[in-house]
């Protein structure tokens, strides 16, 4: 069965810092692109990032985030620095991109507040 | 980065109704389009990629149509397990984007 499992989430100061991690099983992990993808309370969902061949980041995270990965132990990072308010979210992990033009499955969710 | 719009933003059905969700790109985006359902507290499940290809295990009363700039998801009968949150997505190009979201609700 294909799973995802997120953790790192927790309440941080604004300014502060975040590592997310996502552990993959049931599928040949290094093959397929992965994206994080986040919801604030009550709202809808924004993609984030995504990494495959190449990385990308929504216009929102660019230059305080940083996706990455370690196929040697089938997880998906997300470093999150300068936090605000406004990344206030439950961050979801998702297997797919642009290629299989679908995200599935998702992780079940860890939840990031920024507040002081 | 291609917008998409949904609509409506809300609508109330009864169990066994027919329903349609429109979701409109703000460029074309020929069938790269993706349809999620999010029930209250847990992650999204994919329902139909490509437009209009239904995955695996999603029951027949859900599909998609469309190409280009007008999308539709249609639920041919509405189940109680059905009243959810549904979200389109484009996968075009990137920065990759959602619809603002349908909550169904039960009438």
């Known amino acids: 069965e294909v799973q995802l499992l997120e953790s790192g989430g927790g309440v941080v100061q604004p300014g502060g810092s975040l590592r997310l991690s996502c552990v993959a099983s049931?599928?040949?992990?290094?093959?397929?692109?992965m994206s994080w993808v986040r919801q604030a309370p009550g709202k809808g969902l924004e993609w984030v990032s995504a990494?495959?061949?190449?990385?990308y980041y929504a216009d929102s995270v660019k230059g305080r985030f940083t996706i990455s990965r370690d196929n040697s132990k089938n997880t998906l990072y997300l470093q999150m620095n300068s936090l605000r308010a406004e990344d206030t979210a439950v961050y979801y992990c998702?297997?797919?991109?642009?290629?299989?033009?679908?995200?599935?499955?998702w992780g079940q969710g860890t939840l990031v507040t920024v507040s002081s | 980065a291609i917008q998409l719009t949904q609509s409506p933003s809300s609508l109330s059905a009864s169990v066994g109704d027919r329903v349609t969700i429109t979701c409109r790109a703000s460029?074309?985006?020929?069938?790269?389009l993706a349809w999620y359902q999010q029930r209250p507290g847990k992650a999204p499940k994919v329902l139909i990629y490509?437009?209009?290809s239904l995955e695996s295990g999603v029951p027949s009363r859900f599909s998609g149509s469309g190409s280009g700039t007008d999308f539709t998801l249609t639920i041919s009968s509405l189940q109680p397990e059905d009243f959810a949150t549904y979200y389109c997505?484009?996968?075009?190009?990137?920065?990759?984007?959602f619809g603002g979201g349908t909550k169904v609700e039960i009438k």
């Open positions: 998702a297997k797919g991109g642009i290629t299989v033009r679908r995200f599935d499955p």
């Open positions: 049931g599928f040949t992990f290094s093959s397929y692109a």
């Open positions: 990494i495959g061949t190449t990385i």
């Open positions: 460029q074309g985006i020929s069938s790269a």
């Open positions: 490509d437009a209009s």
């Open positions: 997505q484009q996968f075009n190009s990137y920065p990759l984007t």
